[in-house]
């Protein structure tokens, strides 16, 4: 399942440094904008501690996490809906991700430039918002040309439809909102509102890039961030690239910990990033658990067990007869399978079961 949270933000506001942590990969980290030119594409392991405690019961061969795709994206600049800058491939980029991690500078470094000379993480969102509606803009403008004339003349009801659902948006739009703002009610109006692939409708996670000051508080910048998306409904999260990249220069677990436990964090940011993008993704995992390896696989939040067993293999899916389903806490507190089984605490579950985060699943099937 190849879904993709794509990093985008200013020049100069860390993104390549937080990609570098997330990945590992060698994206050029450097003080001047559009340094990082094609988009770098990191497979990220999902930190997920389960595994771990259920390994710790099942002695498996191999423990096998899951992962999200982290794309870091060339720095954006004002007038990148009009090609300004390396505007077009920015947008081109973006268009292809799933959701958006947009990172925000909240530090003052007299050493690393700021495009625009000063740092203010309200005025850099709403210059990236303005150049992604924009583009928005110009989709919804072709698109109502095209079905308006059908919509207000013919007896087109799926052109008059369409015609009212883009107006809606357009209108949001020139009032600088984004799309993901507008809620539509009915499928069929979320259908083709969904069919526009707009920039602004992807989900979004704000992160702020702080000192290490400012890593377990956060700052006056981010409160002022915090602010001003307070209408959102959107998550900001506080990470500080500088203090990451450390981080990850250590060679184990516990030496990585103590080093987090000094500065008063319970967990990196890098580990709560990539919870929050597989979270933003709406993305959940289930687990199995056997002597060969115990795993983690992605699905959609609200799939039925047919389709999460398709996650696994087609096969899976096309013959689904059943699950057997156990619930991870009670797994953990009886200790195996089969003291499961022998508890009652292992449900039969057939096509119509809404899997949930964590379930151990085993699947029953006849091709």
């Not at 399942?1 to 050029?28: D, E, W, Y």
């Not at 979320?190 to 956060?218: M, Q």
């Not at 516990?254 to 990196?268: D, H, K, M, P």
Request: proline share 2%; charged share 30%; hydrophobic share 40%.
């Amino acid at each position: 399942m190849a879904l993709q949270c794509g990093i985008v933000g200013l020049p100069n506001v860390g993104k390549s440094t937080l990609f570098n942590c997330l990945s590992n990969a060698k994206a050029q980290a450097a003080n001047f904008p559009f340094c990082t030119i094609e988009p770098n594409v990191g497979v990220i392991t999902v930190p997920d501690e389960r595994l771990n405690k259920l390994a710790e019961l099942v002695h498996p061969q191999k423990i096998v996490p899951t992962t999200v795709e982290i794309v870091d994206i060339a720095g954006l600049v004002k007038g990148a809906s009009k090609g300004e800058g390396l505007g077009n491939k920015f947008l081109a980029n973006i268009r292809e991700t799933d959701a958006i991690l947009h990172v925000f500078r909240c530090f003052d470094d007299e050493n690393v430039t700021h495009v625009d000379g000063s740092v203010d993480p309200v005025r850099d969102k709403e210059i990236i918002d303005a150049e992604l509606q924009l583009k928005d803009l110009e989709t919804i403008e072709a698109r109502i040309n095209k079905v308006e004339k059908q919509a207000k003349t013919g007896g087109d009801k799926d052109a008059k439809r369409a015609f009212e659902v883009y107006t809606v948006i357009r209108e949001a739009l020139l009032r600088g909102e984004s799309a993901r703002t507008v809620v539509f009610d009915r499928k069929e109006d979320i259908k083709i509102s969904n069919e526009l692939f707009l920039l602004t409708s992807k989900p979004v996670l704000y992160v702020c890039n702080v000192d290490e000051e400012s890593a377990v508080t956060g700052n006056r910048y981010v409160e002022a961030l915090r602010d001003s998306v307070k209408n959102e409904n959107a998550e900001i999260l506080v990470v500080a690239a500088k203090i990451e990249s450390e981080i990850a220069e250590f060679d184990t677990y516990e030496e990585r910990q103590l080093f987090l436990s000094e500065i008063g964090l319970e967990e990196s940011g890098v580990n709560r990033l990539i919870k929050a993008a597989y979270r933003l993704l709406n993305l959940q995992t289930f687990l199995t658990a056997g002597e060969q390896e115990v795993r983690a696989w992605t699905f959609h939040k609200g799939w039925k067990a047919p389709q999460c067993a398709g996650v696994i293999h087609t096969d899976f899916e096309k013959g689904f007869i059943r699950a057997e389903v156990i619930k991870y806490d009670d797994f953990i507190a009886l200790g195996s399978e089969a003291a499961c089984k022998e508890a009652g605490k292992m449900n039969v579950e057939g096509k119509e079961y809404i899997v949930q985060d964590g379930d151990i699943m085993h699947f029953r099937f006849n091709v």
